[in-house]
């Protein structure tokens, strides 16, 4: 599955947050660690609800826009 992620440039560091899988986040210095932090955010959230029994959110479709 793939997951739209948003990452936020801030004055000091990246945040990223996945919209179908509230709660998770992740938070570095640089952009590459943001994002190799997000990925293994949403790894350890799907397995999470694997093990608990839960169901995994499906992607939604979002439209990407430039203002």
Do not use: F, N
Request: hydrophobic share 45%.
């Amino acid at each position: 599955m793939k997951y739209a992620v948003v990452i936020e440039r801030r004055p000091t560091s990246y945040g990223a947050h996945v919209p179908d899988l509230p709660g998770c986040v992740a938070a570095a210095e640089t952009k590459a660690e943001v994002c190799a932090l997000i990925r293994e955010a949403i790894e350890l959230y799907v397995e999470a609800l694997e093990e608990d029994g839960l169901p995994i959110p499906a992607p939604q479709d979002y439209e990407l826009i430039e203002v």
